[in-house]
């Protein structure tokens, strides 16, 4: 019996020990960024510990001590992660940038996006005027999440355009070519007249742009790029990234603030009008923000200020920028909770509560429309708010600025 229990214990001890060393690979991010005169070593944890495994390549500097040296702009080198600084568990890429300036955001800006087609999010039944019920998209296989691009081979980007394109059929079918998964795949579907109206429909819910309030976080001030809100916009039926042809941020004042409560997040209620020129272009909608370029020089006289890498980030004290009120953006206090250094591209690297006595008066804490707020820290940017806690709207997530930077220069 005592050996039986002997190899029941070794057994168990062997699988918790397989799954320290495998949960560590799957958890690790493939890259980390550094900037200059940080330390791989900066990142160690009780569990994982990192040890320099290849010299920098890609720059006339070189690594000493774990430091890389002055003599280029940038460099890379591996790496490795080991569990209780014992046992490797992987192998990790380093890439070492410059610290970056940027103009510090915290305004209120209006956003527009153009899916470039026609997004289906949602299908339905209705009674046809020969009777009987019939939902044609769903014999066609049209799904949620669907990019209708074309109807017939011929361009559709307006809601009210493809639904007097479906009613012109007169019955007859269309071929839809829409993009599915990265796939173009074309669809063919017979409208049927609707005994409500009279009009030929297909049963398609689908949407062509969409609207909302944010605030930008960093214009960088050589190239005019800037990044807003670090998350993205999803579509509210989908839940999928909105799928973007074009878009535009414009400026925007807030009318009203509607406070957040435990269970029902608050809001920055604002307003914005598309005559108003533009303030940028945006290129891309990522699960990390919105991208662009400026394109009016009104947000591009804010102070600049260098920003930190996920390293330099500690819990303690901290202040935001933004804008709850119509006017300028304000600076309002913070605490750093939680860091998650090792958190691969993502964001919610950090917990924070607004500790501000002022801003909780106003809106509670961290309500929608503050996503893209800068945080400062020891005079950095160190990253942007997020997203609220639902049951606690003192507290939110924030995303590092090194990761924003990063997602901005692959839009370049």
Do not use: W, Y
């Given at each position: 019996m005592l050996k039986k229990k002997r190899k029941i214990l070794i057994g168990v001890v062997g699988i918790l020990i397989c799954a320290l060393g495998v949960l560590p690979a799957v958890l690790l991010p493939n890259t980390i960024t550094l900037m200059e005169g940080q330390l791989p070593e900066q990142l160690n944890t009780?569990?994982?510990?990192?040890?320099?495994?290849?010299?920098?390549?890609?720059?006339?500097?070189?690594?000493?001590?774990?430091?890389?040296?002055?003599?280029?702009?940038?460099?890379g080198y591996t790496v490795q992660a080991k569990l209780f600084g014992i046992l490797p568990v992987k192998a990790v890429s380093v890439e070492v940038v410059e610290p970056a300036r940027v103009i510090a955001g915290g305004s209120a800006i209006g956003v527009k996006l153009y899916t470039g087609g026609l997004l289906v999010v949602g299908v339905s039944d209705f009674r046809q005027s020969g009777g009987g019920t019939v939902c044609p998209p769903r014999e066609a296989d049209l799904r949620c999440g669907d990019l209708i691009?074309?109807?017939?081979?011929?361009?559709?980007?307006?809601?009210?355009t493809f639904s007097e394109r479906i009613n012109q059929t007169a019955?007859?079918?269309?071929?839809?070519?829409?993009?599915?998964?990265?796939?173009?795949?074309?669809?063919?579907?017979?409208?049927?007249?609707?005994?409500?109206?009279?009009?030929y429909k297909l049963g398609l819910w689908v949407r062509d742009s969409t609207a909302g309030i944010g605030t930008l976080t960093f214009v960088e001030p050589q190239s005019c790029r800037f990044g807003a809100l670090g998350h993205g916009i999803a579509d509210a039926d989908t839940g999928e990234l909105l799928p973007l042809a074009k878009g535009q941020i414009l400026p925007a004042k807030i009318l009203s603030v509607k406070r957040g409560e435990k269970g029902s997040p608050g809001e920055l209620r604002g307003a914005f009008s598309q005559k108003d020129a533009a303030l940028g272009e945006v290129d891309a909608n990522t699960d990390f923000g919105l991208y662009g370029k400026m394109t009016n020089a009104f947000l591009l006289q804010g102070e600049t200020l260098e920003t930190a890498g996920r390293t330099e980030v500690q819990v303690g004290d901290a202040q935001i920028l933004c804008t709850v009120e119509d006017g300028e953006p304000e600076w309002f206090d913070i605490a750093i909770?939680?860091?998650?250094?090792?958190?691969?591209?993502?964001?919610?690297?950090?917990?924070?509560?607004?500790?501000?006595?002022?801003?909780?008066?106003?809106?509670?804490?961290?309500?929608?429309?503050?996503?893209?707020?800068?945080?400062?820290?020891?005079?950095k940017i160190v990253g942007a708010v997020t997203h609220v806690f639902v049951n606690d709207p003192t507290r939110g997530y924030g995303i590092f600025i090194e990761n924003m930077l990063a997602e901005a220069e692959k839009i370049k």
């Open positions: 009780r569990l994982v510990r990192f040890e320099s495994a290849e010299l920098p390549v890609g720059r006339s500097g070189a690594l000493v001590g774990g430091r890389v040296t002055d003599g280029g702009t940038s460099a691009t074309e109807v017939d081979g011929d361009k559709v980007s307006a809601i009210s019955g007859n079918p269309v071929t839809l070519t829409l993009e599915r998964d990265g796939k173009i795949l074309q669809k063919a579907v017979a409208p049927k007249c609707d005994a409500t109206d009279g009009r909770e939680k860091v998650t250094h090792l958190s691969d591209a993502t964001s919610k690297g950090m917990v924070l509560r607004v500790t501000d006595p002022d801003l909780l008066a106003v809106t509670g804490g961290i309500v929608q429309g503050m996503s893209g707020s800068p945080i400062i820290q020891n005079g």
